[in-house]
């Protein structure tokens, strides 16, 4: 009897279980995998602005490799900053300034939000896109010179030694992005004051004999900017709790710098920036490669652009380990003359050796842009999207943006913020407009999101083609191969947080 009962309920569960599995397939038919039913939901969303939203917020997005450290924090988080650091807010045109702020036309960041709350607004407007109008009252004629002219504005906090608190905020909004990894490009004070050295130098186009002048100090200089970080990381983790083991949220976004030169300056200021940042990412791992900055219709940005270029060529020569993610065709038609925007990301490929592109917003006016195009998806060029920057700084966006020009053309893509506190976004909405104004789909954003780990500069060999690769848990082989590579690890990462999120979105029937 016990037996009989025992065999009759073990044969239920067989048919039960059989019945589930064939009941299962047939339902899972039009959508089988977690991955597909996402996709399924994600189309059903694909015209109500708020429900992708909240998709895409959760979604795993990889990471933010076009990103600047200055240009991150939100205005009200320089404002704290000022607050911190007794520097004032200038009236009645609103920038922070150094102290004594007890003169005409400078009152004290200290407390501005209770004692004036429209001046604390203003000065948020200020130093930012915030409610930016053209030619509005007092404002900039474009939101080009807006754009570039808030770094100005709020210069006074960002120079004041203020790398860690800008660290956490770029931290803190990764974090609640779920982007797990950010490369930023962020120069220690001592960049800049070589830069000033180089420029005191005075400059003969003989790159050989000013490195010769220049190269005894900059193992000192290197010390200078690699003691800088330390202190500006301790702040930042001081400041996130970051000490106690396992604390989620920021203190688990990884991040990595990029040094940068400044292409507005004379060139022995930048010619001396970018010797000491090819030897600061060749000393210290968390500089991972070398950016160029400013606007890149700057008067002396165009004129220098291809002394610029052999710069690089001459430098990468001498320290070949490193790697450049460069600004190249951040610019549009009518912004120049048609000859500057003809070069530019060719020369950045071809004579810097860039081994990234930041923007490529004209690679339709180049010439010879089909070859080009062709030469950076045979050579996995990538390209950082910055689709808000590009249509607040440049005016370009929906078609006339080049991103599904890259696509086609098979050239690696992913997307990026570029200075989200100065343009009031997040990568949440950069995602966003990729889908509403470019037309992007799930598996487009994913396959974004997982390159822009694949062409980040962490080191070490990837998880694609790996022992890891398809896998769920670790065996032996991927945990040992794993250890070995600091960018499989955040690979590894993202597909396990894709996992999670699939079976969180598509999973639940
Ligand atoms: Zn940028």
């Known amino acids: 009897m016990t037996m009989g009962g025992r065999k009759l309920h073990m044969l239920a569960i067989g048919l039960g279980l059989a019945a589930g599995l064939a009941g299962g397939q047939a339902l899972a038919a039009p959508a089988a995998t977690p991955e597909a039913r996402t996709a399924a939901r994600f189309d059903s969303l694909v015209h109500d602005r708020a429900q992708l939203r909240l998709f895409l917020r959760a979604m795993p997005k990889g990471g933010d490799l076009h990103n600047h450290l200055w240009g991150a924090p939100y205005a009200e988080d320089f404002l704290a900053m000022a607050a911190d650091d007794g520097l004032c807010v200038t009236v009645p045109r609103p920038a922070l300034a150094e102290g004594p702020c007890d003169m005409a036309g400078k009152v004290p960041a200290k407390g501005l939000a209770q004692r004036d ?262 050579d996995h060029v990538a390209v950082e999207i910055n689709l808000t920057s590009n249509d607040v700084i440049l005016g370009v966006k929906g078609s006339d943006h080049p991103l599904a020009l890259y696509r086609q053309a098979g050239v690696p893509v992913v997307l990026s913020t570029d200075d989200e506190g100065v343009s009031r976004i997040d990568m949440t909405g950069e995602y966003l407009r990729a889908a509403t104004e470019q037309g992007l789909r799930y598996g487009d954003l994913k396959a974004m999101a997982r390159d822009s780990l694949e062409y980040s500069f962490l080191p070490g060999a990837s998880l694609r083609g790996s022992v890891c690769a398809g896998r769920e848990a670790p065996s032996p082989a991927c945990a040992s191969f794993l250890a070995g590579s600091p960018k499989a690890q955040v690979q590894w990462r993202l597909e396990q947080d894709f996992a999670a999120f699939e079976r969180g979105v598509g999973g639940e029937r």
């Open 117 to 378: 709350p429209d001046l604390y607004a203003r000065t948020i407007d200020a130093l930012s896109m915030r409610n930016f109008t053209p030619g509005g009252d007092g404002a900039a004629a474009s939101g080009h010179d807006q754009f570039f002219s808030t770094f100005d504005r709020f210069a006074a906090a960002a120079a004041r030694n203020n790398i860690g608190p800008m660290l956490a905020a770029t931290r803190e909004m990764a974090a609640g992005d779920h982007v797990l990894y950010v490369e930023s490009s962020a120069n220690p004070e001592a960049l800049h004051a070589f830069g000033l050295v180089g420029q005191d130098l005075g400059w003969t186009d003989d790159f050989a004999a000013a490195l010769a002048v220049l190269q005894p100090r900059i193992p000192a200089m290197v010390a200078q900017a690699r003691a800088e970080m330390d202190a500006a990381e301790a702040q930042a983790d001081r400041r996130q709790g970051c000490a106690k083991p396992a604390k989620a949220g920021p203190c688990q976004v990884a991040v990595r710098y990029q040094a940068f030169v400044q292409r507005a300056q004379p060139p022995g200021f930048v010619f001396a920036q970018m010797a000491l940042a090819f030897a600061l990412v060749e000393a210290d791992p968390r500089f991972v490669g070398v950016n160029i900055v400013n606007p890149e219709d700057n008067p002396t940005a165009l004129a220098d652009y291809s002394l610029h270029m052999r710069m690089f060529q001459f430098l990468a020569a001498r320290h070949p380990t490193v790697k450049l993610a460069l600004h190249a065709g951040e610019l549009a038609p009518g912004l120049t003359p048609p000859r500057d925007l003809s070069f530019h990301i060719r020369e950045a490929v071809e004579i810097a050796g860039a081994r990234r592109i930041g923007h490529g917003v004209d690679i339709a006016s180049e010439a010879g842009a089909s070859a080009l195009l062709a030469r950076m998806a045979r």
